[in-house]
């Protein structure tokens, strides 16, 4: 049974080189994609933080910021 | 209608959905690449090396309808002046742009055991390859112009112009004598294919649409993240 799947009647070597292709490919981009939402995430926390008092109660006013700060790690709001 | 392409409002939905989805296509992909590897029966004459069709014909359909997605939005961002098209665009470039890539791959590989070559300048081969530059000519106009008001007039029209290369791909196995088999599954004539082998097909189809999915709306959570970056250099 399972040479039957490895080897697939002398097609193996192409049918699992398809599939590995593909689930690199699907592994490989979500890391890329997933790397750059981490560090955008982690700019903006940094930027966040180092807000003066003044520019920070702006921000707090503003939804965009409301809605965005939830969903980092930074708990001032 | 554009109410529901507020950013925040996304911005809301995304993270909630996320890991949902993540789930979900988790989920799908193994049922599906156990249809696919185990359940479905080989083909009566390709044998086993017809199973590549259940990673190659969904990447193809996928690559193809985000493009046209991409091309229709593209012309919305002409007609309504709406920049969120422009970043949705944007954000569902990277997997279409897999997808084509592993379609040509995966196709290539299916080539050597059936026609017993990796490539031939045919014309839904060739119109594919022509998708994948017009997917990096998109890409990379995002890339190569810093000032974002031209990089959205010059992907829109690299979207535009691609569009033409659609029906070419869809129609090139019927107006030309291609190496390339005509599409089985048709959604307005009989569907050639077995149940037993159209299920797993469809179940990877699922899969893959998911994975779209999750990508476009991490990538475009990371574009909001962006705008909002700047938007805190300039308070």
Redesign the interface.
Known sequence: MINE?LF?????V??W???I??LS??FI??SV??L??IK??K??NA??EN?SSE?FE??KKQ???R??LP?TSISKI | MLNYFN??KI??II?RLRKYIFAMFLTVLLVG?FEA??LSP?DYKQ???A??MY??VP?AWISLGIFSLISILSFGIFIFKNKNFALITKSLA??GF?FN??AL??GS??G??TWGTWWAWDARITSMLLLAIFYLMFILSWRIFDNNEKAIKVSSIVAIIGFINVPIVKFSVDWWSTLHQPASVNLLKDTTIHSSMLVPLFIMTAAFAL?SL??FL??Y??E???I??K???R?
Request: charged share 20%; aromatic share 14%.
């Open positions: 799947i697939m009647n002398g097609y193996g192409y049918v080189s398809s599939f292709f593909t490919g699907f981009l979500y994609i997933k750059q939402l955008e995430q700019k903006f930027k966040y807000l520019k702006l921000a939804k965009t910021y809605e965005l969903n | 950013q925040n911005l809301l993270n690449l590897l185990v080989e044998s086993d090396s199973r590549i990673v190659h990447s990277p997997s897999l890539i592993i791959v995966t590989i299916w050597k055991p994975f999750l990508i991490m990538k959570n990371t909001l993240i962006k909002k970056n938007g805190l250099d308070l």
